[in-house]
T-cell receptor, first 115, second 110 residues
Framework: EAGVAQSPRYKIIEKRQSVAFWCNPI?????LYWYQQILGQGPKLLIQ????????DSQLPKDRFSAERLKGVDSTLKIQPAKLEDSAVYLC?????????????FGSGTRLTVV | RKEVEQDPGPFNVPEGATVAFNCTYS??????FFWYRQDCRKEPKLLMS???SGNEDGRFTAQLNRASQYISLLIRDSKLSDSATYLC???????????FGKGTTLSVSS
């Protein structure tokens, strides 16, 4: 089966600019996650969707980050305005059952550099 | 929410060595744990699940000690290809999302 697709692979922006990332999960996977991974750290959960509804966005900095999953398939994560500390890899993952480690599949990630 | 804690390393070992990683967790009610592997500039991939009874997959053995609240990963007969970051992972309270530790870096040399 096709994996989780993410784009772009790399993005460089100046602080205070806005940026958007796109994720297409594995077909049939109801649960979609966005993680932020800062260099030298483990992935940090930003938001979890079940179909097109938000399950958990408690760690999403809502003053600047937003995410949506219209129609319960593709998802976009937006940062506006970006700060230097947002430099990280943004990983999208999907799961068929949403029960944790049964089959999380990650995309290759989008590497964001804010200068 | 406090994440699982791991020794970041790096662990530098020769080929053929046995190496063990531990991580500790703070929520005694946590039910599910995993080890993920992440190669440099790649995405994390599931290595194995962790059970109280132990879980062995070839050269890899994972163990959960609920009394002491730690998870371990043992790698026997290390290969160069084992060089990676190993992430200790805990499922959240609802069991619907994964909480990752900071990772332990392993470097196997010839």
């Amino acid at each position: 089966e096709a994996g989780v697709a993410q784009s772009p692979r790399y993005k460089i922006i100046e602080k205070r600019q806005s940026v958007a990332f796109w994720c297409n999960p594995i077909s049939g996977h109801a649960t979609l996650y966005w993680y932020q991974q800062i260099l030298g750290q483990g992935p940090k959960l930003l938001i979890q969707f079940q179909n097109n509804g938000v399950v958990d966005d408690s760690q999403l900095p809502k003053d600047r980050f937003s995410a949506e999953r219209l129609k319960g398939v593709d998802s976009t994560l937006k940062i506006q305005p970006a700060k230097l500390e947002d430099s990280a890899v943004y990983l999208c993952a999907s799961s068929r059952t949403g029960t944790g480690g049964d089959g999380y599949t990650f995309g290759s990630g989008t590497r964001l550099t804010v200068v | 929410r406090k994440e699982v804690e791991q020794d970041p390393g790096p662990f530098n070992v020769p080929e053929g060595a046995t190496v063990a990683f531990n991580c500790t967790y703070s929520n005694s009610a946590s039910q599910s744990f995993f080890w993920y592997r992440q190669d440099c500039r790649k995405e994390p991939k599931l290595l194995m699940s962790v059970y109280s009874s132990g879980n062995e997959d070839g050269r890899f053995t994972a163990q959960l000690n609920r009394a002491s609240q730690y998870i371990s990963l043992l790698i026997r007969d290390s290969k160069l290809s084992d060089s990676a970051t190993y992430l200790c992972v805990e499922a959240n309270q609802a069991g619907t999302a994964l909480i990752f530790g900071k990772g332990t870096t392993l470097s196997v040399s010839s």
